[in-house]
């Protein structure tokens, strides 16, 4: 994983891009088996954890995602596993890990209560959560928040408008959703490489 000075910077922004593409289709596949493999995954390569504290990671977060995807109120009882994911990820202590797992809740919140439209909504959220997560400067990391969440926007709506229904391939919508997300985690993997310090 690297010193803790460093945490999580040490990741491939392309493997990153594809492992979540895959994991928003499992999510709304409701696949909970498969978004928990490719979770597991993606943990390891962002944070660098072990294999065993990545699948305890990939479980709390899991549970939260199927929870929420089953839910629709009272999402403040999700935050309690997706702050012990985030513990169990050992950012380094000067992080506000309570505040990392707010600003991650707020982003599926966000996209929930808003619906098609919260793309700028969810990317400010994003945008929250990596400059607390990375401890860098907010406009930094605004890029990268940015097309996060409008990568959210563009599948909600392809998924919307898509005759074969919101659990399709998606073939019209999810190239555009795979290249955000690449230039999302590009723009993000920039900024922290840019920035002395931090978490």
């Given at each position: 994983m690297?010193?803790a000075t460093?945490?999580?910077?040490?990741?491939?922004p392309?493997?990153?891009?594809?492992l979540?593409?895959?994991?928003w289709?499992?999510?709304?596949?409701?696949?909970?088996a498969?978004?928990f493999?490719?979770?597991?995954?993606?943990?390891?390569a962002q944070?660098?954890l072990?294999?065993?504290?990545s699948?305890?990671?990939?479980?709390?977060?899991?549970?939260?995602?199927?929870?929420?995807?089953?839910?629709?109120?009272?999402?403040?009882?999700?935050?309690?596993?997706?702050g012990?994911?985030?513990?169990?990820m050992?950012?380094p202590?000067?992080?506000d890990?309570e505040a990392?797992?707010?600003h991650?809740?707020?982003?599926w919140v966000?996209?929930?209560?808003?619906?098609?439209a919260?793309?700028?909504?969810?990317g400010?959220?994003i945008?929250d959560l990596?400059?607390?997560l990375?401890d860098v400067?907010r406009?930094?990391?605004?890029?990268?928040g940015r097309?996060?969440?409008?990568?959210?926007?563009?599948?909600?709506r392809g998924a919307?408008?898509?005759?074969?229904?919101p659990?399709a391939?998606g073939s019209?919508y999810?190239?555009?959703?795979a290249?955000?997300?690449?230039d999302?985690y590009?723009s993000l993997k920039r900024?922290i490489?840019?920035t002395?310090g931090?978490a």
């Amino acid at each position: 994983m690297g010193t803790a000075t460093h945490w999580g910077r040490d990741f491939d922004p392309d493997e990153l891009a594809r492992l979540e593409t895959r994991m928003w289709k499992a999510y709304y596949r409701r696949q909970p088996a498969r978004l928990f493999a490719l979770l597991v995954r993606a943990v390891r390569a962002q944070a660098g954890l072990s294999w065993p504290r990545s699948v305890w990671v990939s479980l709390l977060l899991t549970r939260a995602a199927a929870g929420f995807a089953r839910s629709t109120a009272d999402y403040e009882r999700f935050a309690p596993d997706i702050g012990r994911a985030y513990r169990a990820m050992r950012l380094p202590a000067h992080v506000d890990v309570e505040a990392v797992a707010r600003h991650e809740l707020r982003w599926w919140v966000v996209r929930r209560e808003i619906g098609l439209a919260a793309g700028q909504a969810a990317g400010e959220s994003i945008t929250d959560l990596y400059a607390t997560l990375y401890d860098v400067p907010r406009e930094s990391v605004a890029e990268a928040g940015r097309l996060r969440g409008r990568a959210a926007e563009v599948r909600d709506r392809g998924a919307t408008d898509d005759p074969d229904g919101p659990r399709a391939a998606g073939s019209a919508y999810r190239p555009e959703v795979a290249r955000l997300l690449r230039d999302s985690y590009r723009s993000l993997k920039r900024a922290i490489d840019r920035t002395p310090g931090g978490a």
